[in-house]
């Protein structure tokens, strides 16, 4: 049988599972008594054993097959989780992983893992991974048996142990059946209220039908929710009753005891809040609805998706941008015309079309997710390599992003939170001796605001010393003596930058050889983003990133020089302004202008890029001021057109690298205009 | 070269350059438009004449006068963009005019003869001859080498 066809699906259900398997061993080191845990492991590792042995991929399907024998013994009791069997089990997923990888890449997905297999194999019989320490492994085991059948049918064990715990809190239980009217409109509204009500005076762990069924209404008249309050009943039945279009409550003391009973060889489990990601802890709660891990797990089984190559969204992309641009020729036609009914016409289809843009573009957009769930295992393995210990907190991973960032900026990344935790974060006793917690921190938090997204990366390590820092680029011959000690604490910490810069005093393995940050800072600006420094010697530091939320889409300042149209970021420009012709002055042989007390070079747009000239210069010239970084300079060009919002294109592959043009883009009126790539113009 | 012999006919485009014929598989040729309005690339090789809109699509334009050195006239009625495609790249190249679609039997290709010293006989890969009509076949992977593209530039920069 021929699997070419499978391979793609092969290799993205399998990257999936790892993802699974990774996400959960970091999750189960956390709680290594949560039995379901290391269920949820079991079963995407039993899944990949299938599916390798049927695509033909012998040793990952052996791998994966050792790996689900030490899974089940520890589902069983036989074995006993400690820090070594981890560390086996994660090289084990690293191998997969790297299998997967060479099998996208075109290779037969062979690696020697005899190594691991040995180790895991060690485990399976019960004795340490490494030689020596096989006392840790003869200690027996206390956690208590899974009852298999359980409640599963209504509550999770998750949910039975919350119900635990808050009766042990003094939190009564109900079950309350919300019946609404049958003529009523808006039924997600209505739920949307009840819930609000509800969770005012207390917690919905559960609902039926399940939370996102309720707000697309895929429920008749009622629903039900598990609820945890002080409050009373009647109280409660108040509250709801407010809630206009609501028919009928109907409130259910939850009966303690048959619950116990099921509930009780769980009760050593730890509690119900630590297993919330932290991603998910430290989520504003913005939607009232989904409060619960279990409601967001069902919305996970129920979104319907399909996998679309990203090719045919540009060539959607594309098909739309020319839909635009005969939009508005039909608008500029309709209006020569006037006509009413093909005016209305028109208009209602600028009006699809608008939204059409709108969705066409959120389609491309990705969750910073995809990008961040490979962190938290860099960050275990980076920790315990360094002998730190390390704490990583994501925050905003729901955040989206346009596909070809997100694919871009992985590795900066990397290297920003690899430089944090090897140059940032001290050594626990260190940081013990300077009065810090032992463990620590380091945030990596996206969020939107306006049209870009930030990505910070805050560790609470040493900070950025400025007489290290200034020292070892005075030593590289980065600064002067001179420059240097006129520098701000900001200007010193962008030194760290530069290229051929490291201030680590050894060379380590994971950072510091001084090609790094320099590259860091050309991807994100080639993104059109940028990336500034703060920090607090003692304190840590923070990198903030700054991104364009999409990379197909940008602001432009039209001007016009001569008869040709070109297109101005407006990221890069400061300001515009008009100045007389005598005030320019000469500098050697540059043309400045005196600009609010600077010196600011002119560059005459008009002979960079060789504009055929059809009339003369005029007394006033308009000045576009742009920066790169903390320089500046005046693009002189002959006039204003406007700003606008464009679609940006390549100049094609034939005409790739064009001087000082970072591509082109469709005008309205179906001319192409080129776009300045301003940094390149200042040097 | 990526003419099948191996058939008994080749389809080709004619197009008309100074007078003389010239011939570029069907296969290759993804359309033929009217001149459309050009948009200028600034500091590139004198015989890029710029890039146009091709249907939503950022396309080069290759002047084909100016890239085997004959002197350039201005775009008339008959003046077409022929829209070639070779491996990734899409590029039109400007024509004075063409009209044709010929069917040329395999065996009337002759190799390019060797009295040539002109820049244009670099960028052929052979002559056909159909009844009285003579047609140059043009070798698109030399008109499109982007090596060519840095050469003739800066020198007025």
């Keep these: 049988m021929d699997m070419n066809q499978y391979l793609e699906v092969f290799i993205d259900e399998s990257k999936e599972h790892l993802q699974t398997c990774s996400e959960q061993l970091l999750e189960l080191e956390k709680n290594p008594d949560n039995l379901s845990i290391v269920n949820e492991i079991f079963r995407s590792a039993h899944t990949l054993k299938g599916m390798s042995a049927t695509m033909g991929y012998e040793d990952l399907a052996n791998l994966t097959h050792k790996m689900e024998n030490v899974l089940d013994g520890i589902r069983n009791n036989k074995i006993t989780l400690n820090p070594e069997i981890f560390d086996v089990i994660f090289q084990a997923v690293d191998d997969l992983e790297a299998m997967v990888l060479s099998i996208s890449e075109g290779g037969d997905g062979k690696r020697d893992v005899s190594k691991v297999v040995g180790q895991l194999q060690l485990i399976e019989k019960g004795e340490s991974p490494l030689a020596g320490a096989n006392a840790n492994a003869e200690v027996a085991a206390t956690a208590a048996p899974v009852k298999q059948e359980g409640m599963k049918g209504i509550y999770d064990e998750f949910e039975l142990t919350v119900l635990q715990q808050s009766w042990e809190q003094g939190f009564q239980s109900y079950e309350i059946t919300i019946a609404l009217n049958e003529d009523c409109l808006l039924k997600a509204a209505r739920v949307f209220m009840v819930f609000e009500v509800l969770e005012k005076s207390g917690e919905v762990i559960k609902s039926l039908p399940s939370a996102d069924q309720l707000e697309e209404e895929q429920f008749d008249q009622d629903f039900m929710v598990t609820f945890l309050t002080k409050e009373t009943k009647e109280d409660l039945s108040k509250k709801i009753m407010k809630v206009s279009e609501v028919q009928r409550v109907e409130i259910r003391e939850m009966d303690h005891l048959t619950l116990r009973e099921q509930g009780s060889e769980r009760a050593e489990e730890q509690t119900g809040r630590e297993l919330l990601p932290q991603a998910d802890a430290s989520k504003p709660e913005a939607s009232q609805v989904e409060t619960n891990k279990k409601v967001s797990n069902s919305r996970q089984s129920n979104n319907k998706t399909i996998r679309v190559n990203i090719e045919r969204l540009d060539i959607l992309m594309n098909l739309f941008e020319e839909l635009v641009i005969d939009r508005g020729r039909l608008e500029q036609i309709s209006r020569d015309l006037n006509n009413q009914e093909l005016h209305e016409t028109v208009e209602r289809m600028s009006r699809i079309s608008g939204d059409l843009q709108t969705i066409i573009l959120n389609m491309r957009m990705v969750p910073v997710e995809t990008v961040f769930n490979r962190f938290p295992k860099m960050v275990r393995t980076l920790a315990r390599d360094l002998n730190k210990k390390i704490h990583l907190e994501i925050v905003g991973a729901e955040t989206e992003l346009d596909r070809t960032v997100i694919d871009e900026i992985g590795d900066p990344l990397v290297h920003l939170l690899r430089n944090a935790i090897d140059h940032g974060v001290e050594t626990p006793e260190v940081r013990r001796a300077s009065g810090k917690d032992e463990v620590g921190t380091v945030v990596l938090k996206a969020y939107h605001s306006g049209n870009h997204v930030f990505i910070e990366i805050t560790d609470d390590g040493a900070g950025i010393s400025r007489e290290r820092v200034l020292k070892k680029a005075l030593n590289n011959g980065i600064v002067t003596a001179h420059t240097a000690a006129s520098l701000t604490d900001k200007q010193v910490y962008e030194l760290i930058f530069a290229s051929g810069f490291s201030t680590a005093e050894t060379i380590s393995d994971v950072s510091g050889r001084g090609v790094g940050l320099d590259v860091v800072k050309n991807t994100i600006e080639s993104l059109g983003g940028t990336v500034s420094i703060d920090s607090r010697e003692g304190d840590g530091s923070t990198f903030l990133i700054q991104l364009p939320l999409t990379l197909s889409i940008i602001s432009v300042m039209l001007v016009e020089i001569q008869k040709e149209k070109f297109a101005i970021p407006l990221s890069s420009i400061i300001e515009t302004a008009i100045i007389r012709k005598e005030d320019i002055m000469n500098a050697h042989s540059q043309q400045v202008i005196d600009f609010r007390g600077k010196v600011l070079p002119l560059i005459f747009l008009k002979d960079i890029f060789e504009v055929p000239v059809f009339s003369e210069d005029e007394e006033f010239l308009s000045v576009v001021i742009v920066r790169k970084g903390d320089k500046m300079a005046g693009l002189v060009v002959d006039s204003f057109i406007g700003q606008q919002e464009i679609v940006l294109k390549s100049l094609g592959n034939y005409l790739n690298s064009a001087f000082a043009i970072s591509g082109a883009t469709i005008l309205g009126d179906g001319q192409v205009a080129l776009i300045v790539d301003c940094n390149s113009l200042i040097k | ?157």
């Design chain 2, 1 to 157: 070269m990526s003419i099948r012999i191996d058939g008994e006919e080749i389809k080709v485009i004619v197009f008309q350059i100074k007078e003389k014929e010239y011939a570029i598989p069907v296969n290759q040729v993804r359309a033929i438009e009217k001149v459309l309005h050009i948009t200028r690339v600034p500091k590139t090789a004198r015989f890029v004449k710029g890039v146009i809109n091709l249907r939503g699509v950022v396309t080069p334009i290759i002047d084909l006068r100016a890239r085997f050195e004959i002197e350039e006239t201005e775009y008339t009625e008959s003046t077409r963009i022929i829209i070639v495609s070779l491996e990734d790249m899409e590029v039109g190249l400007v024509v004075d005019a063409a009209n044709d679609v010929v069917d040329i039997p395999a065996a009337n290709i002759e190799p390019q003869p060797e009295v040539v010293g002109t820049v244009e006989a670099e960028y052929i890969s052979g002559v056909a001859k159909v009844e009285k009509r003579l047609m140059i076949l043009v070798n698109l992977e030399k008109i499109l080498n982007p090596a060519e593209l840095k050469e003739p530039i800066m020198i007025e920069g």
